[in-house]
């Protein structure tokens, strides 16, 4: 077995600083692309919102044409059915 020395823990030591600073740099590159896709997240639900809102404006007018259209309809029928002079 190799007497352990004060020079091969040093160098035990730096391979093993070299090893943990790779790790730190990957968990960096992590955290960035975490961010990232948080943000691309965020607006994607802003975009979802917007949509929702549309969609909501777009029934509520077509409630609305709807209920012209039932209340024309409506009087047309009634026209039908009046008595002629």
């Known amino acids: 077995m190799a007497e ?3 020079e091969l823990m ?3 030591l730096k ?3 070299q090893k943990l600073d790779k790790v730190d740099f ?3 590159e992590l955290r960035a ?3 990232t896709m948080r943000a691309q997240i965020h607006a994607l639900q802003g975009d979802i919102n917007n949509l929702r809102a ?3 404006h ?3 007018r077509l409630d609305r044409i709807d209920n012209r259209l039932e ?3 409506f009087q047309e029928a009634q026209l039908r059915f009046e008595p002629q002079p």
């Open 58 to 60: 777009f029934e509520s």
């Open 33 to 35: 692309d975490n961010q």
């Open 71 to 73: 209340l024309r309809e």
């Open 4 to 6: 352990v020395t004060s």
């Open 54 to 56: 549309t969609v909501g």
């Open 15 to 17: 391979r093993l600083n």
């Open 26 to 28: 990957a968990i960096g």
């Open 10 to 12: 040093f160098e035990l």
